[in-house]
């Protein structure tokens, strides 16, 4: 089961957003762009039991205009099956759809209210039989009012947050990593197979496990009964019957009232978990943030192995206290854990995106409409992703990051580049640009697709006579065909060096000066020699390195 698309509008600083989201979803975007508050919408309708009116108020509406409705709804796939009555047919149920409104008329008018609603794949109101259905006589039905707790809760969702309390990840919080475990391991131990043998007067016998607990439970039980536990029993059975107007000497048989044991799930949500210093048991809840972190990743790393399937989890900046061996590490365990549930999450890191897995980045970006999401329009198939892998590198997963992006062939560029720019102190860094090489020439077009596909702003360098192709038609064919991407608006530019940068700047310096330089950086490999030149002063930034500066500085 999964989100496959959300639409919120009027919810913090979201005011129209309509997304798909795959199953294994990426939000990136800049800080305050709404990535958290997709997150928190899900959490927020989804995430409890019970959500009504005081689950809202006015500051998460947009701007905090009160004549602003917040609207929420996700498409669940495949749709959720409901019936009300066991004996009717199951309807399909597509869409969750909540809204926090007021009420426009009547005493409660101005006051909050908010509605929720079962819809079809069409997004109309499901209708289900208003009674039981009967032979003979003709079915009525009715809208199907609110969302039933039985529906909720074939939504299994999970919310890890930058919070990382161990605290609401311990069975005991409804919507937690261990909570989905056990809920499993539950149902597994009811099963009549399960079984243990027990010894009893030198004789053993099979008996369910599940069987065997309520036996022990039930002595367990008489052993708390003591007269004290009796009389509040009775007490409490007394004073009930007599606040319903009855007699509690002659009316015991229309209450019964008592104490039961836990039954095996509040016994599983009964579980904490203990951390040994020394000679001294404390509640891993009372440990460091850095501690419950690693201990909730544990978790969710077990949550993986043990291959819980169908749950939904939202995850805030993974990345989180962790260096980045174990961000790769905890990357390949998302990657896991979403293919047999649905992960989306938000991140800064590059280690949690991958170049040739583009297909689940959700790009958030915050404009004068709000924020927006995109994913890419380019399609991922098995051909282009082999060729990407070929190139995987966390660094150029910074490109998704980046208000503006360059495209390099090589190392040459790599580390010139930067030099240039702190000679016209523009620091790269902080207006957001990266600069990204691709591991030669033919690799420009497919990340500059990628790049294009997420409407991040990028310019291209390149060499006419690049190395790459022995085929000078065909170099000549993609030449034509980078220079093709230059786009009117400036948001896609291309500079190409004519054969190579260094045959270009000998042009630009001339070829005295340029000898000059080379004898001051002998046994130098190319790009070493190319960044040691940038450093130098008293010669001129060439002129095309000076409109790429100029393009990304605008």
């Known amino acids: ?6 639409k ?6 979201i005011e129209d957003l309509d997304i798909s989201l795959p199953q294994i979803s990426a939000l990136v975007g800049s800080n305050n762009a709404g990535k958290s508050n997709i997150l928190e919408a899900i959490r927020r309708v989804l995430g409890s039991a019970w959500v009504n009116a005081n689950s809202f108020d006015e500051n998460d509406i947009s701007y905090r205009d009160q004549e602003r409705e917040i609207e929420i709804s996700c498409t669940i796939d495949p749709p959720i099956k409901y019936k009300k009555f066991k004996e009717a047919k199951d309807v399909e149920i ?18 909050p209210r908010f509605e929720q609603s079962c819809l079809d794949k ?18 009525k039905f009715e809208p199907l009012i609110g969302i039933p ?24 919080a409804r919507y937690s990593l261990l909570r989905q475990i056990f809920t499993e391991i539950n149902v597994n131990f009811k099963d009549e197979s399960n079984t243990v043998t027990i010894n009893s007067n030198e004789t053993t016998s099979e008996i369910s496990r599940f069987k065997r607990f309520n036996q022990l439970m039930e002595e367990a039980m008489s052993l708390l009964k003591t007269d004290e536990f ?61 501690v419950q972190n690693a201990i909730v990743l544990a978790i969710l790393q077990a949550f993986e ?27 390949k365990t998302i990657r896991r854990v979403g293919a047999s549930n649905q992960v989306i999450y938000t991140t800064h890191s590059p280690h949690f995106l991958s170049v040739p897995e583009y297909s689940d980045i959700v790009m958030i970006k915050k404009g004068s409409l709000g924020t927006k999401g995109f994913l890419s ?29 360059l495209l390099v062939e090589g190392d040459t560029e790599k580390l010139m580049l930067p030099v240039y720019a702190s000679r016209v102190d523009l620091d790269l860094d902080r207006v957001g640009a990266t600069i990204v090489e691709v591991g030669g020439k033919k690799n420009l077009l497919e990340f500059a697709k990628i790049s294009i596909s997420f409407n991040i702003p990028v310019g291209i360098l390149y060499d006419t006579d690049a190395s790459d192709f022995s085929n000078k038609q065909e170099e000549e064919s993609f030449n034509n065909i980078l220079d093709g991407l230059e786009t009117s608006d400036g948001t896609v530019k291309v500079w190409k060096f004519e054969k190579n940068f260094e045959n270009y700047y000998r042009s630009e310096i001339g070829e005295d000066n340029y000898q000059i330089l080379c004898q001051k950086f002998p046994n130098t490999a190319k790009p070493t020699r190319a960044r040691l030149i940038a450093m130098e002063n008293d010669y001129p930034i060439p002129k095309t390195i000076l409109e790429v500066l100029s393009w990304v500085k605008s």
């Open 305 to 331: 192995e043990t291959r819980k399937k169908g749950a939904i989890l939202l995850i805030e900046e993974p990345e989180m206290f962790l260096h980045p061996q174990m961000q790769r590490s905890l990357y």
């Open 230 to 290: 009796v009389d509040l029993e009775a007490s409490i059975k007394r004073n009930a019957l007599l606040q319903l107007g009855l007699d509690p000497d002659i009316d015991t048989d229309k209450l019964d009232l008592y104490f039961t044991p836990l039954d095996t799930m509040n016994f599983y949500k009964s579980l904490d978990l203990l951390v040994k210093e020394g000679d001294f048991l404390i509640s891993a809840t009372q440990m460091g943030e850095g």
């Open 94 to 111: 597509s869409i969750l759809s909540f809204k926090y409104t007021k009420y426009k008329r009547g005493e409660k008018a101005g006051s």
């Open 1 to 6: 089961m999964r989100i496959s698309n959300i």
């Open 377 to 405: 329009t380019l399609e991922n198939d098995d051909k282009r992703r082999q060729k990407l892998i070929k190139e995987l590198d966390p660094e150029r997963g910074e490109l998704f990051f980046s208000k503006k992006l």
């Open 149 to 172: 707790s039985e529906i909720k809760e074939q939504v299994p969702l999970i919310y890890i947050g930058t919070n990382r309390s161990l605290q609401e990840q311990l069975p005991s």
């Open 8 to 13: 919120i509008k009027n919810f913090k600083s």
């Open 122 to 139: 069409n997004g109309k109101v499901i209708t289900v039989l208003s009674n039981a259905p009967r032979k003979g006589v003709q079915p």
